[in-house]
Nanobody, 120 residues
C-alpha cells in the first residue's frame, strides 16, 4: 500500500507564509502526479495545484502568483510554499497522488489533510 503523509499546516496572520510538505511512502514504482487540494468548511474540495512527473504545473487561478509547488522525485515528496496568505485560503489541505505500485496497479491516494488557518 501507499501512504501520503502531510505536514506543515498551522495558523498564520493574513499576509504570512506557510510551507506544506507531502511524502509518499510504501510500495511505489512511479508517481504519475502529485497534487494539493483544499476544502473549506461547507465547500467542495477544490484543486489547488497539480504537478505531473514532467513538472508541468497547473495552479488554480485563486493561488497563482502566491503559491509555488516543487517536487523532489528522489524523496517522493512535494512541497507547497504559500505566501501572501489570505483568510479565504483557510481550509484543510489534502495531498493527492496517482501511483503505480509494485503490484502493477495504478491508484489514487489521499493524505489525511493538514489544517491551514489564516486570520485577518
Amino acid at each position: 500500500q501507499v501512504q501520503l503523509v502531510e505536514s506543515g499546516g498551522g495558523w498564520v496572520q493574513s499576509g504570512g507564509s506557510l510551507r506544506l510538505s507531502c511524502t509518499a511512502n510504501g510500495a511505489i514504482v512511479t508517481i504519475n502526479y502529485m497534487a494539493w487540494y483544499r476544502q473549506a468548511p461547507g465547500k467542495q474540495r477544490e484543486l489547488v495545484v497539480h504537478i505531473p512527473s514532467n513538472g508541468m504545473t497547473n495552479y488554480a487561478d485563486s493561488v497563482k502568483g502566491r503559491f509555488t509547488i516543487s517536487r523532489d522525485n528522489t524523496k517522493d515528496t512535494v512541497y507547497l510554499q504559500m505566501t501572501s496568505l489570505k483568510p479565504e485560503d483557510t481550509a484543510t489541505y489534502y495531498c493527492n497522488a496517482e501511483v503505480l505500485s509494485t503490484a502493477q496497479i495504478v491508484s489514487q491516494f489521499w493524505g489525511l489533510g493538514t489544517q491551514v488557518t489564516v486570520s485577518s
